[in-house]
């Protein structure tokens, strides 16, 4: 199980995830540099790995690997994965161009360095999903990856490491994209057009404050843009600001 750390109830569920499958389970934490853009938040990015250990003992976690960057990119390293496919749809690659470079290349190293039979990644990062899963069958990996649901907050808003930089206010604004995301999805089932669905569900969140990166529906499989879930499973994604954090969230309709 794959993670920067800074875990919470939806890290600690992927572990439960994965002892329901396996005798014996690994958690990594890695905050990978190559994912992070020279604006992103790698210098202020919650680390706590102290509390970490101690979450993953209680769990009675089996081995956590924790490397140093030195390790993972030794001096003289000059190899990456460039991913296409799911990682170039137009979601997070179009406002993140180095990040799924920087996931693929260091996701590959932590399967082949821990191979494991089954990898636990949170649908939270659903384009990440999907593209971790590319990857595995692409390079013939024997890692199995398996997609485990958000965890929530009760009042609807996806568990993140980053939630802890909103303020109060932002944190009462914050729910607002898991409400907006049920209220498109309902509206898509009934039949009513994708299009103007999509364009009033944005219209609400950036009326609520956020700054909006995207509202999209897409093919659940393909991550390729959605005409009618009668054409196949649907997935609505979203990625927006508040203040000075960013928030994903994803449904499927």
């Not at 999903?129 to 009042?155: C, F, H, S, W, Y």
């Not at 808003?157 to 607002?176: D, H, K, Q, V």
């Not at 649907?234 to 960013?246: H, K, S």
Request: aromatic share 6%; net charge positive; charged share 20%.
């Amino acid at each position: 199980m794959p993670t920067m750390g800074a875990l919470h109830a939806g890290h600690l569920a992927l572990v439960r995830a994965a002892q329901r499958r396996a005798e014996r389970v690994i958690v990594s934490i890695f905050v990978n540099p190559t994912q992070f853009a020279p604006h992103e938040d790698l210098k202020t990015y919650p680390q706590t790995f102290a509390a970490d250990i101690a979450a993953l003992a209680a769990l009675k976690t089996d081995l956590v690997w924790a490397p140093a960057v030195a390790t993972m990119y030794p001096a003289g390293f000059a190899t990456r994965i460039v991913p296409e496919g799911p990682a170039s749809a137009g979601l997070e690659d179009a406002f993140r161009p180095h990040f799924f470079a920087g996931v693929a290349t260091v996701v590959a190293k932590l399967l082949i360095q821990c191979e494991p039979d089954v990898a636990m990644f949170g649908e939270k990062d659903f384009q990440q999903l999907k593209v971790v899963t590319q990857l595995a069958r692409d390079l013939d990996l024997k890692t199995r990856i398996v997609g485990v649901p958000i965890v929530r907050e009760n009042d609807g808003l996806a568990l993140s490491s980053r939630n802890r930089y909103l303020s109060p206010s932002e944190r009462n604004i914050a729910p607002t994209l898991h409400n907006v995301l049920k209220e498109c999805a309902k509206k898509i089932a009934n039949g009513q057009p994708i299009a103007a669905v999509l364009d009033a569900g944005r219209s609400a969140i950036s009326a609520s404050g956020f700054a909006l990166d995207y509202l999209e529906a897409r093919d659940a499989n393909t991550l390729t843009p959605a005409a009618s879930p009668k054409a196949g499973p649907v997935r609505l994604l979203v990625a927006a600001r508040l203040g000075t954090t960013r928030l994903i969230d994803n449904m499927a309709v």
